[in-house]
């Protein structure tokens, strides 16, 4: 199953030939989701050809190959990861059973609600960065771009794949409906708030790519550990790819940070926007409000839908079976911070109605480490400033914590004092503008903007003035 068969139209390792009307179902879907690439997909880049990476393999040592490709003829297929011949389903109320081949009736709703939201998400991402590519700071990063936009367009296959082949009609219609909602459209809007925020410019890319695309990897691992197999496998893969986003974010946010250290040791007493570079205290206004919307993404702090979708051993928690002992989760409780009163108290829940938060931590815990990263490129360049992550209480708009304000730290604030120092915290109208004005197209192969620093290596061992993308 490891090969993948790129012969017939729609690539893929899962034996797509022997199944007739699958097949078909597929190939009818096929032209939709390329008038939908078409339509939605990066504007005005499509003859050109890109240095892309296609998966030919599913192994972990070299599945991918590199090479120039124009985007519309990207092969966009259907890859999982082998099937293991005895999994069990491992934690939950079904612990033990032999993991589902097909979709358990009781579990049908659910099952597709969970992949209908992963999907949204793919094309949503793709639909917010298609202009981009007209103010790439330079080739490498715009062949970064739209390798990007390529993946997500790949993993929404993956998510289609399953609602064809496991949830006959209602799955059909899911996948048409994926190619109608539209992020940010008022009337069709895509399901998820964050996937409807604009993303105008390369800094709001980059922090996309560092906490929303996280996100992504969170549920994705927390989908992996799922005992409706064909899941398991399809999210395992995904995370193969998803890796590489993140790497973007948190490099491109490094270098912007590198750059800015440079014009300060360079300029001491100088205003660095008197020089093109981006303010820390900018970059970190940008860090509040992309990982506040991003913190949403989880849902609820207690939240009865989480507990029934672990109850039914249909979404673990992330590294489930490696790193627990206890798969039930029915033993132990989990404590949440409420405001009550004007203070805040600990509640403990039941740990299974905490799932969510359970997830929030795990991802707030690997956004620190991003973090981290970039406080070392400025005590290196002896920069006396430090990131941090706001408080997960700090600007959120779902769960216990949306209809209070409270500061970065995460101490409760009256409206008013919120409204007085919204502008240290959030990016202004002045930081778009001025993060805008330096938005401009370097297509001159080995040049970048100057509000960025170069990687400090190219991709795949080429050299520094590789055209990643022929104009
Ligand atoms: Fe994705
Ligand atoms: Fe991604």
């Keep these: 199953m490891a090969t993948i068969d790129y012969e017939s139209k729609i690539p893929n390792n899962v034996d797509l030939a022997s199944d007739k009307r699958l097949q078909r179902a597929l190939e009818k879907w096929q032209p939709d989701y390329l008038d939908w690439w078409k339509q939605m997909g990066p504007t005005d880049f499509e003859d050109k050809d890109i240095y892309l990476r296609t998966a ?57 609600r969970i992949i209908v939201t992963q999907a949204d998400t793919e094309p949503a991402s793709v639909e917010q960065q298609r202009l981009l590519g007209h103010t790439a700071p330079s080739l490498y990063d715009m062949r970064n771009l739209f390798q990007v936009n390529v993946e997500e367009g790949r993993h929404l296959w993956a998510m289609v794949y399953l609602l064809h082949r496991y949830f006959g009609k209602d799955g059909r219609n899911e996948a048409d409906e994926l190619l109608e909602r539209r992020s940010g459209n008022e009337d069709r809007p895509r399901i998820l708030g964050t996937f409807n925020e604009p993303i105008t410019t390369w800094l709001d890319f980059f922090m996309f790519a560092m906490f929303t695309d996280r996100d992504g990897k969170f549920q994705l691992l927390a989908l992996a550990e799922s005992g409706f197999d064909p899941l398991a496998r399809t999210c395992k893969f995904m995370l193969t790819e998803e890796a590489h986003h993140l790497f973007v974010g948190q490099t491109g946010i490094g270098r912007v940070i590198m750059r800015t250290c440079e014009v300060m040791n360079a300029y001491p007493d100088a205003d660095v926007t008197e020089h093109g570079v981006v303010p820390l205290d900018m970059i970190q206004r940008y860090i509040n409000f992309w990982v506040s919307s991003s913190t949403d993404l989880y849902g609820g702090e207690v939240s009865s839908n989480a507990a029934n979708f672990f109850a039914a051993g249909l979404k673990g928690r992330c590294y489930e079976e490696k790193r627990y002992t206890e ?96 502008d240290k915290w959030l990016p202004k109208d002045e930081d778009r503008q001025y993060v805008s004005s330096l938005m401009v197209s370097v297509t001159e192969p080995g040049k970048y903007a100057g509000w960025i620093a170069p990687p400090s290596k190219d991709l795949n061992g080429q050299a520094a003035d590789f055209d990643y993308v022929r104009l």
């Design 56 to 112: 030919v393999s599913v192994e972990s040592a070299g599945w991918a190959h590199f090479g120039h490709v124009k985007m519309p003829d990207y092969r966009w297929g259907i890859f999982l990861e082998p099937h293991a011949a005895d999994r069990k389903v491992s934690f939950g109320d079904h612990i033990g059973v032999d993991a589902w081949q097909e979709v358990p009736g009781e579990f049908r709703t659910d099952l597709r």
């Design 327 to 422: 798969h039930t989760a029915m033993q132990e409780s989990y404590v949440i911070e409420k405001l009550v009163d004007g203070k805040i108290v600990k509640e403990e829940v039941p740990l299974r109605n905490a799932l969510n938060e359970v997830l929030r931590t795990d991802y707030l815990d690997d956004n620190q480490k991003g973090v981290d990263y970039w406080n070392r490129i400025l005590s290196k360049a002896n920069i006396d400033f430090e990131f941090c992550l706001p408080h997960r209480r700090f600007n959120r708009e779902i769960g216990i914590y949306a209809n209070n304000r409270f500061d970065t730290q995460g101490n409760p604030l009256t409206e008013a004092e919120f409204v007085a120092n919204q």
